[in-house]
């Protein structure tokens, strides 16, 4: 897929507040500072599109992109250790799971994972929540330029090993990066061919 137009349409703070469901969706979620918006620069080859920053949370609302007039990219807040209270961590949650239990047009989520750490409790939980309700989802492991691809094969199986206690068959996997590309002909070419399947 090559990508020809890339535009910020609206940024929502709950579902109800979304685009109409007219095209295919994609949402890009994954804890705090995994690499979520330099991914989507990545993908759409647009160098700002998505506001990148050194400071955990800084996504806060459901943040639409329209892509080549005909689906759309969806960035969500992340979830993990973001120095925020209790209360502004749990409405995020809700916001988030709200929009994935209820977003009719979602195709499937990608859900991101820094390939440099071990599996991460909240990760695991969060997939399994998403199997238990039936939302389609595909792993995006990020930053693989920061790891030898020999460290990078031994962290996918150590997530494959404890993936496995849950899941059979396993998610599909990608592995990327934003400053080597890896991975994005691959995500673009699962996109094109899910949109396929796509019925208003």
């Known amino acids: 897929m090559k990508i020809h137009s ?3 349409v609206k940024s929502a703070t709950n ?11 994609y949402a890009f979620i994954g804890r ?3 690499g979520k918006s330099s991914l989507i620069n990545m993908l759409t080859e647009r160098k700002n599109l998505a506001k990148t920053s050194g400071t955990p949370g ?13 689906w759309y990219l969806c960035d969500l807040p992340g979830y993990g250790f973001a ?13 988030i799971k709200n929009y994935l239990l209820h977003r009719e047009n979602l195709m499937c989520a990608f859900i991101l994972i820094d390939i440099r750490h071990s599996p991460l409790k909240n ?9 238990r309700k039936e939302v389609p989802f ?16 031994r962290q ?14 396993l998610p599909s996997m990608y592995i990327s990066s934003a400053s080597t590309k890896e991975g994005r002909e691959e995500i673009l070419e699962m996109i094109e061919t899910t949109n396929r399947g796509f019925t208003n």
Do not use: M, Q
Not at 15 to 25: I, L, Q, R, S, T
Not at 123 to 131: A, K, P, R, S, T
Not at 138 to 153: E, G, N, P, R
């Open 138 to 153: 595909v792993i995006v492991f990020t930053k693989a330029d920061k790891l030898s691809d020999a460290k990078a094969d």
């Open 6 to 8: 890339a535009e910020f």
């Open 58 to 70: 800084k996504t806060r609302l459901i943040n639409h992109f329209f892509i080549n007039d005909n």
């Open 123 to 131: 990760d695991i939980e969060f997939l399994d929540w998403l199997g």
């Open 32 to 34: 705090s500072n995994v």
């Open 83 to 95: 120095k925020v209270s209790k209360s502004i961590r749990e409405k995020w949650e809700h916001i």
């Open 15 to 25: 579902v109800k507040e979304c685009p109409a469901p007219a095209f295919p969706e």
């Open 156 to 169: 996918i199986r150590i997530y494959c090993k404890e993936l496995a206690n849950t899941w059979e068959p």
